[in-house]
T-cell receptor, first 113, second 114 residues
């Protein structure tokens, strides 16, 4: 059963700490998206990659956020240093070239205290 | 920039039809989607429609698109308690290599009354 896997599912950290969220896209998918969900802003696109190259990261605060794809099976989203306003659920999604559908992971719930 | 608007809540009686509405502003939208999110879960794609279509039906779900008015609706026939969730409208364009990132509405909470 192919699915997008995100780790960790939940993360509580103190302000100022580094946070790394991981995503394993569906095997063979060439596009990976990172979204953030908050009550106030809803779902926002942070960044996405196609064939491991960043296509658009305009939704991401550049000073503290970074997104990478070290290889085709792993995408990471890092926040350094973390702040309470970063508390949200972070979703990864993957899609296939020519496909209209993005498959979402279960999300990482981040709480920064 | 792109904007997708939906009402925040919809309450219906079990067995009735639910109609969730959405408007969008990006005239270059290629694909329009409906996603469902249950509590504590990720987003599940329910259905999508190409911008050159005006209707799509899939079992209990009917999607209507009025491209002129940039209005999208999702009708759920015979609404059941398992349909209780947040429903997100989303749009994307296509830069030629597949769908680009989605722009989501804030979501409509569907509440089912017994």
């Amino acid at each position: 059963d192919a699915r997008v896997t995100q780790t960790p599912r939940d993360k509580v950290t103190e302000m100022g700490q580094e946070v790394t969220m991981r995503c394993q896209p569906i095997l063979g998918h060439n596009t990976v998206f990172w979204y953030r969900q908050t009550m106030m802003q809803g779902l926002e696109l942070l960044a996405y990659f196609r064939n491991r190259a960043p296509l658009d990261d305009s939704g991401m605060p550049k000073d503290r956020f970074s997104a990478e794809m070290p290889d085709a099976t792993l995408a990471t989203l890092k926040i350094q240093p973390s702040e309470p306003r970063d508390s949200a659920v972070y979703f990864c999604a993957s899609g296939d070239r020519g496909s209209t559908e993005a498959f979402f992971g279960q999300g990482t719930r981040l709480t920064v205290v | 920039g792109e904007d997708v608007e939906q009402s925040l809540f919809l309450s219906v009686r079990e067995g009735d039809s639910s109609v969730i509405n959405c408007t969008y502003t990006d005239s270059s939208s290629t694909y329009l989607y409906w996603y469902k999110q249950e509590p504590g879960a990720g987003l599940q794609l329910l259905t999508y429609i190409f911008s050159n279509m005006d209707m799509k039906q899939d079992q209990r779900l009917t999607v209507l698109l009025n491209k002129k008015d940039k209005h999208l609706s999702l009708r759920i026939a015979d609404t059941q308690t398992g349909d209780s969730a947040i429903y997100f409208c989303a749009e994307s364009s296509d830069s030629g290599g597949g769908a680009d990132g989605l722009t989501f509405g804030k979501g409509t909470h569907l509440i089912i009354q017994p």
